[in-house]
C-alpha cells in the first residue's frame, strides 16, 4: 500500500525552465512533507520540506506547494540547472517521530 | 562536522547466512533510522532508534532487527538471508528532540547482494 505515490518515474527538462514533481498521498495524518535528492552511489539530501499548516514554502529556487484538501504536494525548481538532475523523494511524516514514508523516486534530467 | 558514515560499502553474502551493517550518525544526532531501497520500491523504512531505544518500526520480517548503543552508532542485522534480501541498505541520523520535526541525514547506504 503505497501511501505516498510519485507517478511519473521521470521527468526531462531543458536548462532554464520550470521542473515540476508532484507527488500523491493518502494518509491524512500526515502533517509534514520532506523532499530529497539523491545522486548515484550517494544517499539523499534533503531539500526542502513543509508543514500541513503551510501552504508553500520557498528556498531560493525550490518551491514545495501543498494541496490538503486534494493530498497532494508539488515542487518546483526554477530556474532548472543540469546539477538538478537527479531523482527526487517526496516523503511524508506524522506522529512527530521519524517514521517517514517515501516514495518511489522521480528521475528529473536537465538537458542543457 | 562528519557525515553519516555507512560499513561496509558493499557486502556479498549467500543465501542463509546473515549480515551486521553499521552506521555510525553526525556527532550529536541521536535519532537513527534505517531504510531499504530497492527498484521500483523506493525507500522502505526499517525501523528508527532513539538513545538506544526501538521507537518505531516498519513492516519487515523479524530477521531485520537493529540496536543502538550509547554512542547513538547503531548496527542492522538480517538473519537467514534470501535473495530478496539484495538492496541498498540506507542509514540516516536526525537531531530529532521529541516532537520536533527535524530532516535526516543519510549515509552512502551498504549495498548488499544476495547470492
Known amino acids: 500500500d503505497q501511501q505516498v505515490k510519485q507517478n511519473s518515474p521521470s521527468l526531462s527538462v531543458q536548462e532554464g525552465r520550470i521542473s515540476i514533481l508532484n507527488c500523491d498521498y493518502t494518509?491524512?495524518?500526515?502533517?509534514?512533507f520532506l523532499w530529497y535528492k539523491k545522486y548515484p552511489a550517494e544517499g539523499p539530501t534533503f531539500l526542502i520540506s513543509i508543514s500541513s499548516i503551510k501552504d508553500k514554502n520557498e528556498d531560493g529556487r525550490f518551491t514545495v506547494f501543498l494541496n490538503k484538501s486534494a493530498k497532494h504536494l508539488s515542487l518546483h525548481i526554477v530556474p532548472s540547472q543540469p546539477g538538478d538532475s537527479a531523482v527526487y523523494f517526496c516523503a511524508a511524516n506524522w506522529g512527530g517521530y521519524q517514521k517517514v514514508t517515501f516514495g518511489i523516486g522521480t528521475k528529473l534530467q536537465v538537458i542543457p | 562536522k562528519a557525515g553519516v558514515t555507512q560499513t561496509p560499502r558493499y557486502l556479498i553474502k549467500t543465501r542463509g547466512q546473515q549480515v551486521t551493517l553499521s552506521c555510525s550518525p553526525i556527532s550529536g544526532h541521536r535519532s537513527v533510522s534505517w531504510y531499504q531501497q530497492t527498484p521500483g520500491q523506493g525507500l522502505q523504512f526499517l525501523f528508527e532508534?532513539?538513545?538506544?531505544?526501538?521507537?518505531n518500526k516498519g513492516n519487515f520480517p523479524g530477521r531485520f532487527s537493529g540496536r543502538q548503543f550509547s554512542n547513538s552508532r547503531s548496527e542492522m542485522n538480517v538473519s537467514t538471508l534470501e535473495l530478496g534480501d539484495s538492496a541498498l541498505y540506507l542509514c540516516a541520523s536526525s537531531p530529532q528532540q521529541s516532537t520536533v520535526y527535524n530532516e535526516q541525514f543519510f549515509g552512502p547506504g551498504t549495498r548488499l547482494t544476495v547470492l
Open positions: 494518509n491524512s495524518m500526515f502533517d509534514y
Open positions: 532508534y532513539f538513545s538506544e531505544t526501538q521507537r
